[in-house]
C-alpha cells in the first residue's frame, strides 16, 4: 500500500459521527473538497408542462424489480473508498458536518441541495425555485456566504440569482457537507460575512493492492406526491490501484406544488402566456422545475500523490420561481476542473484550477404574462446572462513541530458577466435596441492568507490566521431599449466605474478541552465582503428595469450604486460542548454569538415608496448588529430487545437582525426555530419522527414592506430498510397536512401578469406558502 493510501486514508478521513451532528472538536478534524464535475450524454429535456408525466415513477416499480436479484450481492463487490482530502483546519465547535449516511435518508424528500442543510444549527433556506433555495447562516445569506462546491468558488451569474452555487449539485451526488457557522478560519473563508460551506461530491476511490480492475455502480429513483415530482440517478465506476474513473448522472422533474389550503383567489392570474386559464388558489405557481446534471471524474494516483479531472455539465429547461417576475427559462452550465494532493517529507500541497461557463436565460413561464392585453401582441420579455468564472487555488501546510502546522494559501478569482435583454417585438417600451442591464462586467479577486494552528497542550488549541485580498469590478458602457432610458444610461457611462478594494480578514480562535468529556472555545473573526457586480452596476431608475434587477425575492424594484463601499462583520463568538467520553451517547453544544456589520448593504426608500404596496428602492452603505443562540444536542434512550434501539436528536436557532442606523429589522431573518426528532433503529430498518416549531415572524424589514407571517408546527416521518447493496426509503412531509407561510419565503408573484408591480394580476400581499402533505418514496441499488 502505498504511503499516500496508509497515512492520509487514517489521517484525514472523519470518524464515523452521527447524523446531522457537528464534527468533533479535535485537533485535526478536517475535510476539504475535490472539484465536483460533469459531463452531459442526453440532449436538453422538452419544455416542462405544469402537470407532467412521470416517466421516473413508473420506472420505479422496474427499478425494485432489477435490485431484487441483486439484493444478495455481497458487500465484497462494492469498491473500497480510499478517499484523499487535503489539509484543513481544526474544525471549530460550531461547525458541523452532514455525513453521507446523513444525506441517503434525505435525497428521496427534496431535489434541492442546500434542503440537505436543514439539520445543521444556524442554518436556514431563503425560498427560490425548487431547486436554487439560498442557504443563509445566523441571518446571513446569499453572498454573505462563501459556498465551494468541490474546491470551486462559484458566482450566481443571474440578476435575481436564480442560479446560485448549491444548485449546480444534484443531492445524489453531495458525498459530505461542512459548514463552518460564524468563526471560519481564513483558509476556509475569505469573501464573506457569515460563514463557510464546503460541499464535497464523491472522492476518487481506488482497488485495494492486489485487486486488479474492479467495477461498480448504482441506479436510483424516487417519486414525490405532491407536484408530482420525479427523478433518477445512475453512477458507474471503474477502478484500479492507480487510476479511477466515474460517471453520474440524474434528472428530475416536478410540476407545481399545492399549499394546504387556498391562500389566494382563484382569479388572481386569468391572463398568462399560456392563456387565458385558471389556477387553483392552493397551487403555487411558477414552482414547476424540469433539471438534469452529469459529471464525468478521472484521477490518478501515484505514491504520494493525486491528480483528478473532472468535466460537469448542467442543463435546466426550465425552473419556475413563485417570488420573482420572471421565471428560468433556461440555464446550461458547463465546469472544467483539475487537482492536485501530494505528501512530502515537510508537509502537504493542494491546488487547484477551475472554469465555468454559464448561459442562463429567463423570461415569463407558462404561468406569468408581460401585462394585461398583450397576450397575442407580446412575445415575452426574454433577458439572457453569459457569466464565466475561471479561478486558481494554491494551499500548503507544513508541519513545524508535533505542536504547531503553518497553512498558507494564495487564490485568485476572475469573473466575467453580460446581462442583456433582446428587443422585444411590437412594444415600443422595449425595442428597438438590446438592454444593457451590465456590459463587460469584471469581478476579480487575488487572496494570500497564513494560519498558524498550535496544540499546546492535550488540553490547549489555538487557531490564528489573517488573509489579504484585492477586489477590482468594472463594468463598460451601457444602453437602454431606446432614447427613454438616454438619461440614465449616459450618467452612467460618464461616470467613472473601476473599483478597488483592499480588504483583510482575521480569525483568532482558542479552544480548552479539560477532559474526554468537555470542551469549551472562544474566538473573534473579522470578515469582508466586496459588493458583488449587481449591487454596484444595475443602472437604470426605469420602473420596468427595477423590477427585473431584484435577487432577495421581496418582490421589489432594485437599482445599484457604484460608490458602494465592501461590508465588513466583527463577530465574537463562544462554544461549549458536553458529551460523553466516546461521544456515542449523548451530546450537548451551545453556541452563543454576536456580529457587529459595518458598512452593511442595505435597502432605502426612493421616491414614491409608500408602505403595504411593492417598491421601487435603492442601495446604501449602513451599519448592522446581529446576534443569537444555537443549541443542539442528542442522547440515546436505550434498546427494547426485539423492538430496537431509540434515540432523540434536537435543535434550537435563533438569531436577531437589526439595521443601527434606521432601527428596522433585517429582512429575511428566521424567527425562532427548532427541531426534535425521534429515531428507531432495527436491524438495517430505521424510522424517524421529525417535529420542525417555527414561531410567529413579527419582525420584518419595514423599508422592503416585508410581510409578517405565523407560526407553526409540521410533522415529517420517514423510514428506510437497507438490504445489502438495496435501500429503500419512505415518508410523508407535512403529516397533517398543516397550511404555513415560509418566513424566509418572499412575496408571492408566482403567476399572472407580474411585470407591473402592484397590479391587479400579481398584487402585493401575499407570502409563499410552503408545501402541503406530500409522500414519497425512494429506491437506490449499488451492485
Not at 482497488?207 to 441506479?219: F, P, Q, V, Y
Request: include cysteine; aromatic fraction near 8%.
Amino acid at each position: 500500500m502505498t504511503a499516500i493510501r496508509q497515512n492520509l486514508h487514517a489521517r484525514w478521513v472523519p470518524a464515523a459521527q452521527p447524523s446531522l451532528e457537528a464534527a468533533p472538536a479535535s485537533a485535526r478534524a478536517r475535510d476539504m473538497p475535490s472539484m465536483k464535475t460533469m459531463k452531459t450524454l442526453a440532449t436538453p429535456a422538452p419544455r416542462l408542462p405544469r402537470a407532467p408525466t412521470s416517466p421516473a415513477l413508473r420506472r420505479l416499480p422496474l427499478l425494485v424489480a432489477l435490485a431484487l436479484p441483486y439484493a444478495a450481492i455481497g458487500a465484497e463487490t462494492v469498491l473500497d473508498p480510499v478517499l484523499v482530502r487535503a489539509p484543513m483546519p481544526a474544525a471549530p465547535i460550531g461547525s458541523a458536518n452532514v455525513t453521507r449516511e446523513a444525506l441517503q435518508s434525505l435525497t428521496s424528500s427534496t431535489s434541492d441541495s442546500a434542503r440537505l442543510l436543514g439539520g445543521v444549527p444556524g442554518v436556514s433556506t431563503q425560498g427560490a425555485g425548487g431547486v436554487s433555495s439560498l442557504p443563509t447562516i445566523r441571518g446571513l445569506g446569499d453572498d454573505r456566504l462563501r459556498i465551494r462546491v468541490d474546491g470551486a468558488d462559484l458566482i450566481s451569474s443571474c440578476a435575481n440569482h436564480m442560479n446560485p452555487p448549491l444548485s449546480y449539485i444534484d443531492p445524489t451526488d453531495v458525498d459530505s457537507i461542512q459548514v463552518y457557522a460564524g468563526l471560519s478560519p481564513v483558509s476556509a473563508g475569505g469573501d464573506g460575512l457569515g460563514g463557510t460551506i464546503v460541499v464535497n461530491s464523491l472522492a476518487p476511490r481506488f482497488a485495494k493492492a492486489g485487486e486488479g480492475t474492479l467495477t461498480s455502480g448504482e441506479i436510483g429513483g424516487h417519486y414525490r406526491s405532491n407536484g408530482n415530482a420525479t427523478g433518477v440517478n445512475a453512477a458507474a465506476e471503474l477502478a484500479t490501484e492507480t487510476l479511477s474513473v466515474r460517471y453520474a448522472g440524474s434528472t428530475a422533474q416536478a410540476g407545481n406544488y399545492r399549499a394546504a389550503r387556498d391562500f389566494k383567489p382563484d382569479a388572481i392570474a386569468t391572463y398568462t402566456r399560456s392563456g387565458t386559464q385558471k389556477i387553483d388558489g392552493d397551487e403555487v405557481g411558477s414552482s414547476a422545475y424540469q433539471t438534469q446534471n452529469h459529471q464525468l471524474g478521472i484521477a490518478y494516483r501515484r505514491d504520494n500523490h493525486l491528480l483528478d479531472l473532472k468535466v460537469a455539465y448542467q442543463n435546466i429547461a426550465e425552473q419556475g420561481f413563485p417570488n420573482q417576475h420572471m421565471d428560468m427559462t433556461g440555464n446550461e452550465s458547463t465546469r472544467v476542473n483539475l487537482g492536485y494532493q501530494g505528501e512530502f517529507g515537510w508537509g502537504r500541497l493542494n491546488a487547484r484550477a477551475w472554469h465555468e461557463d454559464t448561459r442562463h436565460d429567463m423570461d415569463f413561464g407558462p404561468d406569468k404574462l408581460y401585462w394585461y392585453g398583450m397576450a397575442h401582441n407580446v412575445a415575452g420579455m426574454p433577458m439572457s446572462t453569459r457569466g464565466r468564472t475561471t479561478g486558481l487555488n494554491l494551499g500548503a501546510e507544513f508541519s513545524l513541530s508535533a505542536r504547531d502546522l503553518l497553512r498558507v494559501g494564495a487564490e485568485s478569482q476572475r469573473y466575467r458577466l453580460n446581462d442583456f435583454w433582446d428587443p422585444v417585438a411590437n412594444s415600443p417600451m422595449m425595442s428597438p435596441n438590446t438592454f444593457l442591464n451590465i456590459r463587460d462586467g469584471r469581478r476579480d479577486r487575488y487572496d494570500a492568507y497564513a494560519e498558524w494552528e498550535a496544540s499546546w497542550s492535550p488540553q490547549w488549541l489555538t487557531l490564528a490566521g489573517v488573509r489579504s485580498s484585492t477586489v477590482k469590478t468594472d463594468a463598460g458602457t451601457v444602453q437602454g431599449y431606446n432614447a427613454m432610458y438616454g438619461a440614465d444610461a449616459a450618467a452612467f457611462n460618464k461616470a467613472d466605474r473601476s473599483r478597488s478594494d483592499r480588504n483583510w480578514d482575521l480569525s483568532v480562535l482558542a479552544r480548552y478541552t479539560p477532559d474526554a468529556r468537555q470542551s469549551y472555545e472562544g474566538g473573534y473573526t473579522r470578515k469582508t465582503r466586496s459588493p458583488n457586480l449587481y449591487e454596484r452596476y444595475t443602472w437604470s431608475s426605469n420602473k420596468m428595469a427595477m423590477a427585473m434587477n431584484n435577487w432577495v425575492n421581496d418582490g421589489n424594484g432594485y437599482i445599484g450604486a457604484i460608490d458602494l463601499e465592501p461590508e465588513v462583520a466583527h463577530t465574537f463568538s463562544v462554544s461549549a460542548d458536553w458529551h460523553d467520553a466516546q461521544r456515542t451517547k449523548w451530546a450537548v453544544k451551545l453556541t452563543p454569538y454576536l456580529s457587529f456589520v459595518d458598512n452593511y448593504i442595505d435597502a432605502v426608500r426612493r421616491a414614491g415608496w409608500a408602505p403595504g404596496q411593492f417598491n421601487y428602492l435603492g442601495l446604501a452603505n449602513q451599519d448592522a448588529r446581529l446576534y443569537g443562540i444555537d443549541l443542539s444536542g442528542f442522547a440515546t434512550l436505550g434498546t427494547v430487545e426485539g423492538v430496537g434501539s431509540f434515540a432523540l436528536r434536537g435543535l434550537v436557532g435563533y438569531v436577531h437582525g437589526r439595521n443601527a442606523d434606521s432601527g428596522e429589522p433585517l429582512y429575511n431573518v428566521m424567527p425562532l426555530n427548532a427541531r426534535l426528532s425521534l429515531e428507531h433503529r432495527s436491524g438495517n430498518w430505521s424510522n424517524t419522527v421529525d417535529q420542525e416549531l417555527v414561531s410567529g415572524k413579527d419582525r420584518v424589514s419595514g423599508v422592503r414592506n416585508e410581510r409578517e407571517t405565523g407560526g407553526y408546527g409540521l410533522t415529517h416521518l420517514s423510514s428506510s430498510y437497507t438490504l445489502k447493496s438495496l435501500r429503500l426509503d419512505v415518508g410523508i412531509e407535512n403529516l397533517f397536512d398543516k397550511y404555513y407561510a415560509l418566513p424566509l419565503g418572499g412575496a408571492y408573484i408566482g403567476q399572472g401578469t407580474t411585470m407591473s408591480l402592484n397590479g391587479a394580476g400579481a398584487p402585493y400581499g401575499y407570502s409563499v406558502p410552503g408545501m402541503g402533505r406530500s409522500v414519497y418514496v425512494g429506491a437506490n441499488l449499488k451492485f
